[in-house]
């Protein structure tokens, strides 16, 4: 007893005990999602870029779980982030492309995380309230801003942002110097210093607005890129700097003794950019726009020292499974979610290997569509003219062979399933999900931001500022007083 007793007294006054006791206790952790802007599934040093070096994504890659099929939720940007944030299709949550805001009837794991006791925090590229054109800080009466979403603090911008940016604190505008990324993640960091103080568990998003257009790196990170063209030099130099903000982060979390029982899982919002050289897809079909394996295809990793022991897997994953995993890890109960989900848990995948997963993946673009399972993928790029490709992805990952014609039992089956599943979508796009039976309020137009009047006070010396300088050019008087009433409408089917 004398011993127990010593050992105890020890706990009560050792940190690094008390910090060893926390650690084992996983049903709380931290929680961070990182995602690049335009990042293809062959832009890291892992996969043996021939001129990129991603050191500090190559080490959270060797510490945690590198998926060899991770998968966005869709082909561009807006799409994917209302996917992560729902564990839904896009087009189910009304964000039928990039510049469309998400559904305030929408249930976020923010907004779950936060009535389970989490402090929540958004920071970077937002781009789901309904606004087109280079990134801006975020108005404090957006209706659909982050805070309106379940993010207790957000230092954030609409869209893809560069080099010295203007960003929102929660509607107060700053100007601020560096690097977009770097500037993203510091700002995470601060967050987690704060609270880290607190004790309660906390869930940081950070949505970099890197590689995205225009290009844009600091000197001394595309200086190492001096054979590529302009473009491309300043492509890899923004995703230097990314890595190396990726590194401060993950130094930052063990500088707090965090590390151990923190989930960071890392992804890109979409495929690479068919214009940059060397391929960013990694030798395979597409580019973001497309439903091939480069368009959806991208890097994906998840760290959590505590649990998951280094490996690398072939289960095919998507930022749809994020919530439905969060959710079997914190307890969350389902009435947190809108359903249908069309995410699975990847917590079993944790601790072993899964053989089989227990649905597919689904993805639904304009006219595209496509569905993929474990080992074969069916396609269209029109669903209007009827033909579909199927591929083994397993064998086939570049998608050279189409099989529709050969695999005949496979190829109807899956055509019967994606078309199942397209219809639910469709009836979820229609407001089918909520309690009104109906979309309520109605999906708010897609905007150039500068159409709304909270910007025209910043208008005129914005136009100065490089970033802004061409999309301001289409600003006309009328658009500046009233903005553009024109409602969205729904992509050609």
């Not at 060397?278 to 030798?283: A, F, R």
């Not at 597409?286 to 289960?315: C, D, H, L, M, Q």
């Not at 990952?397 to 397209?422: C, F, I, R």
């Not at 979820?428 to 309020?441: A, I, N």
Request: hydrophobic share 35%.
């Amino acid at each position: 007893m004398q011993s127990v007793s010593k050992i105890f007294l020890f706990c009560l006054i050792s940190p690094f005990c008390i910090s060893s006791l926390i650690a084992v206790d996983t049903s709380k952790p931290n929680i961070i999602f990182v995602m690049a802007d335009d990042m293809g599934w062959g832009q890291t040093g892992y996969r043996n870029h021939p001129v990129l070096k991603t050191p500090n994504l190559d080490a959270m890659a060797a510490n945690g779980l590198r998926f060899e099929r991770f998968y966005a939720g869709g082909p561009v940007c807006s799409p994917t982030r209302a996917s992560m944030l729902t564990g839904r299709s896009h087009e189910r949550a009304g964000v039928l492309s990039h510049g469309y805001a998400l559904r305030s009837q929408e249930k976020t794991i923010a907004q779950a995380l936060q009535a389970a006791g989490y402090v929540t925090g958004h920071f970077g590229k937002w781009h789901l309230n309904g606004h087109r054109g280079p990134g801006v800080p975020i108005l404090a009466d957006d209706p659909y801003s982050p805070g309106k979403f379940g993010f207790d603090e957000w230092v954030s911008v609409s869209n893809f942002f560069d080099v010295n940016p203007i960003m929102s604190r929660s509607g107060q505008f700053e100007e601020m110097t560096g690097d977009s990324s770097e500037l993203a993640a510091a700002e995470a960091s601060k967050f987690l210093a704060k609270h880290s103080k607190t004790g309660k568990p906390m869930f940081a998003v950070i949505w970099y607005g890197t590689p995205h257009s225009p290009f844009r790196a600091l000197d001394k990170d595309k200086a190492a890129f001096g054979e590529l063209n302009e473009a491309s030099a300043n492509h890899h130099g923004e995703l230097v700097a990314m890595d190396r903000s990726v590194g401060s982060l993950r130094a930052k979390l063990r500088e707090l003794n965090i590390d151990k029982n923190t989930l960071v899982v890392f992804c890109s919002d979409n495929g690479g950019l068919p214009e940059i050289k060397p391929d960013t897809v990694g030798g395979l079909r597409g580019n973001k726009g497309s439903v091939f394996e480069g368009g959806i295809r991208v890097p994906g990793i998840i760290e959590w020292p505590a649990v998951i022991s280094p490996r690398v897997t072939t289960y095919p994953a998507c930022v749809m499974d994020l919530f439905p995993t969060i959710a079997d890890i914190v307890g969350l109960d389902q009435n947190n979610m809108i359903k249908p989900i069309d995410g699975v848990s990847l917590k079993p995948l944790f601790a072993n290997e899964v053989a089989l997963r227990k649905s597919p993946i689904g993805f639904r673009y304009a006219a595209k569509r496509a569905l993929i399972d474990d080992q074969f993928k069916i396609l269209t790029d029109n669903l209007g003219r009827g033909k579909f490709e199927l591929y083994d992805i397993t064998q086939d990952p570049n998608e050279t062979h189409d099989l529709s014609s050969e695999q005949l039992d496979v190829y109807g089956k899956m055509k019967q399933q994606l078309l199942a599943w397209d219809a639910t979508v469709e009836a979820s796009f229609q407001g089918k999900d909520y309690p009104e039976g109906k979309v309520s309020p109605p999906d708010p137009p897609s905007i150039d931001w500068f159409t709304v009047p909270g910007y025209k006070p910043f208008l005129a010396s914005w136009k100065q500022r490089t970033e802004y300088q061409n999309h301001l050019k289409k600003a006309t008087p009328a658009d500046q007083s009233t903005g553009d009433k024109k409602r969205r409408k729904q992509p050609l089917k």
